[in-house]
Structures are given as C-alpha cells and as structure tokens.
C-alpha cells in the first residue's frame, strides 16, 4: 500500500464525490478500485461505494458497505446519514431514526439541510405513537453458538409479554452463518431489528470458563450503549437488556416489571469455574464481594464466610433485594436512561467488566440497583448446560418449542 498525505486522501475522495454526483458512477467505481489497490480500504471508501450501491438500487449491498465503513469507524456522519436514509426508504422508520440522530450527535448541522429535514420529518410521522401498553425493547448483543441460541430465542417467545408492546433489538456480532441465520429467521415472525456489527472477533468459551479480554469488554459496552440509544431515540419505556446465553421463565418481564424499580436484574446462578458452588450474577460491592461489611470494619475469615453464606441464602428466596451490582438480565426504565446510565468506560475507575462500570455509575446519579429473586433464568454457561435446558422449559410452562413457524409476539 502507498502511503499518502490525509490532505491528499480527502481530494481525491472529494473527486470521487463528485464524479457520483454528477452521474458518472462507472468512473467512480474505476477510481474506487485504484484507490483500494493504491491506499487500502476505510470508511470513506466503503461509504462511497455504498452511495453507488444505492443509487443502484442494490440496498442490501448498500447496507452492507455502509455498515461496514461505521464498524470501521463509528463516528463516520456520512456512512451514519446515508444508513438513516436507506432505512427511511426501506420503512425501517425505528432503525433510520436511530442512524440520523447517531448522526446528529456527531454533526448537528447535518440536519440543516433540506433534504435532510425531509427525511426526518418522513421518519417522525411514521414512527410508533404512543400506546396504552408499556412500550419495551428487548435488547442483545449476540456472539453465540446456534446451539444456545435457539434456546434463549424460543425463551424469548415463551415470555407473557401480552401486557406489553414489544420489539426486539439484537447485534449481530455472531461469527458462524448459522447463528446469524438464526437472527434472520426470529425476525421474519417478530418485530425485530438487527444491526450487524461487521466484527470477526474471537470468544474463547470452553467446558472450563469463558475469556474476556480488554478488547471484547468494550466491544460489547458499545453494543449495549448502541442499544440504550436506540431504545432512547425512539421513545420505549423500558429496556430489557438480556445476555444470549439465558433461558427465562415465561413470568420473567411481568415480575421484573411488577417490581417498579429503575434497574433491577432477574437472578440467575452459575458454577464459573467447574469445580466451585452455583453463585449469582449480582453482588454487595466492589469487583464481587458477596458480603456486607462496614468501610472500616475488619472482618475474620470466619466471619466473611457466615455473612456471604447469608447473603446466598438471602437470594435463594423470592424476594426483591437491594445490591451493589448486578446484569446480563436486567429491566431498565427510561427514567434511569434518561439521568445517563450506560456502559462507557469510567476511565478512573480500575474494575474489569463494563457491568461494574454501569452500576457505579447508576450509584453516582443516585439510582439503587435491586435484584429479583423470584423466577431465576437458566444459564447455559457451559455447552454440556444445554443438558438440562428442555427440563427447565418444561418445568415452568413452555409452550413454544421452535421458533421458525412462531407467528408475531
């Protein structure tokens, strides 16, 4: 590859520009190729080639381009923008919505042309009015292998969600075809969206544990935080945000909803390493304490046995209980949204896991976390866990066992 001046880079995209606008698309697509072979592939490029896509009427190419040059760098406006409008011609009012405003919070006289207040105001008139149900967007990100995946969508099918308006957000950051097929396949008999993340990261899951690095921890706090803009551009009352490798009981989102807290998470309880107890996925304090302490109080290890012993016992009744930290199954009201809970990096903050990062954060703007206890999920941690999935399905009242033929939720 040449290197070559950024001054230089951008006269040369501004000529592509240019030949696109004035028709000359075969031109363009010439100087496109050269420029791949010469300089390489970034956002500006693939966003070029998308235009043309478009202007082709190729829109799922389009999207694909487009979606790719964002992945590549997700401040890029033009690749943004360009989503919002192909949404907006395709009817996908939610998903445009969501890319113009993306837009607008990097550029905000984006907006200031015609063209562009056309299309915002052809997405503001058809997007959802506002109902009597509670609106909620169930929200994943999704790396999963098809095994468990399947499992956790025909849980999603079996929930009551009858006093609910329900759509369904996933990212798509799966590496096997079949995963995201599987996605394809729930959205063709749900209201759901999908955005694909265009990433080829490796997840490490094992018989033993599963392998987070730096990397992947704020990969997916972007996802959830795409997720919270989403559920907050387009005006939902709740967010359910929920991890791919859980298996509900089908009272779960009543239950959480019946609890009338701003965040509480449905517990559920796994063996992280092999050889350990079950533990659950919220805690007192701290990384993962599992105990009450006072700030000064020195503790035997006698007794931090007992208190974290009664502290397990405590979550083992149903119940709804206060706690320090907690995720991965957790119903979050727009109020707790709107005061800024997300999942960025607190960069002061030395806590491994963008969960400690959120829930520290709903602490500093005064929020209390609260966990419930009455109908635990099942965790397919392990794939040797998809064993038991089907007595738990049945144990609590499963209805649906496939998902293809469902009809709409």
């Known amino acids: 590859?040449?290197?070559?001046?950024?001054?230089?880079?951008?006269?040369?995209?501004?000529?592509?520009?240019?030949?696109?606008?004035?028709?000359?698309?075969?031109?363009?697509?010439?100087?496109?190729?050269?420029?791949?072979?010469?300089?390489?592939?970034?956002?500006?490029?693939?966003?070029?080639?998308?235009?043309?896509?478009?202007?082709?009427?190729?829109?799922?190419?389009a999207l694909e381009l487009l979606g790719k040059a964002n992945a590549m760098e997700r401040e890029h406006v033009d690749s943004l923008h360009n989503l919002a409008?192909?949404?907006?011609?395709?009817?996908?009012?939610?998903?445009?919505?969501?890319?113009?405003?993306?837009?607008?919070?990097y550029a905000p006289?984006?907006?200031?042309?015609?063209?562009?207040?056309?299309?915002?105001?052809?997405?503001?008139?058809?997007?959802p009015?506002?109902?009597?149900?509670?609106?909620?967007?169930?929200?994943?990100?999704?790396?999963?292998?098809?095994?468990?995946?399947?499992?956790?969508?025909?849980?999603?099918?079996?929930?009551?969600?009858?006093?609910?308006?329900?759509?369904?957000?996933f990212v798509d950051d799966n590496v096997e075809p079949e995963s995201s097929e599987l996605l394809t396949q729930f959205q063709q008999n749900n209201r759901a969206f999908i955005l694909k993340s265009f990433l080829n990261d490796a997840y490490v899951r094992n018989e033993h544990t599963h392998v987070w690095n730096e990397q992947l921890i704020w990969k997916v706090a972007g996802f959830k935080n795409d997720i919270?803009?989403?559920?907050?551009?387009?005006?939902?009352?709740?967010?359910?945000?929920?991890?791919?490798?859980?298996?509900l009981h089908p009272n779960t989102l009543n239950q959480l909803f019946a609890a009338n807290k701003?965040?509480?998470?449905?517990?559920?309880?796994?063996?992280?390493?092999?050889?350990?107890?079950?533990?659950?996925?919220?805690?007192?304090?701290?990384?993962?304490?599992?105990?009450?302490?006072?700030?000064?109080?020195k503790l035997t290890p006698e007794e931090i046995s007992k208190r974290t012993l009664e502290f397990l016992l405590m979550l083992k009744k149903p119940g709804?209980?206060?706690?320090?930290?907690?995720?991965?199954?957790?119903?979050?009201?727009?109020?707790?949204?709107?005061?800024?809970?997300?999942?960025?990096?607190?960069e002061n903050v030395s806590f491994w896991g963008e969960d400690r990062h959120f829930c520290i954060r709903a602490a500093a703007l005064g929020i209390d976390l609260f966990v419930d206890t009455h109908y635990p999920a099942f965790h397919i941690y392990r794939e040797s866990d998809l064993e038991n999935v089907h007595d738990f399905m049945a144990k609590n009242g499963y209805s649906v066992f496939a998902f293809s033929t469902s009809s709409q939720i």
């Open 85 to 105: 409008v192909i949404h907006c011609k395709l009817g996908h009012y939610e998903l445009a919505n969501y890319y113009l405003k993306k837009a607008a919070g």
């Open 228 to 247: 919270i803009d989403f559920c907050l551009y387009n005006h939902y009352d709740f967010l359910f945000l929920i991890d791919s490798d859980l298996v």
């Open 262 to 297: 701003e965040i509480v998470s449905n517990i559920f309880w796994t063996k992280w390493q092999p050889d350990v107890i079950e533990l659950p996925q919220v805690w007192v304090k701290d990384f993962y304490t599992l105990y009450h302490s006072g700030r000064n109080e």
């Open 109 to 127: 006289d984006i907006l200031s042309s015609d063209y562009t207040r056309d299309i915002e105001k052809e997405i503001e008139e058809h997007l």
């Open 1 to 61: 590859m040449t290197m070559i001046p950024e001054e230089l880079k951008k006269e040369i995209i501004n000529t592509i520009s240019s030949m696109i606008e004035t028709g000359n698309t075969y031109e363009a697509l010439q100087s496109i190729e050269l420029y791949k072979n010469q300089v390489g592939m970034d956002a500006d490029i693939l966003c070029l080639e998308g235009i043309i896509a478009f202007i082709d009427n190729n829109y799922s190419l």
């Open 320 to 346: 709804i209980y206060k706690v320090g930290g907690l995720g991965a199954c957790t119903l979050i009201a727009k109020s707790a949204l709107e005061k800024g809970v997300d999942f960025s990096e607190i």
């Open 129 to 169: 009015e506002k109902q009597e149900k509670k609106r909620i967007l169930i929200g994943s990100p999704v790396h999963q292998k098809p095994e468990i995946l399947e499992m956790f969508l025909i849980s999603l099918l079996n929930l009551d969600k009858n006093e609910f308006d329900i759509t369904y957000l």
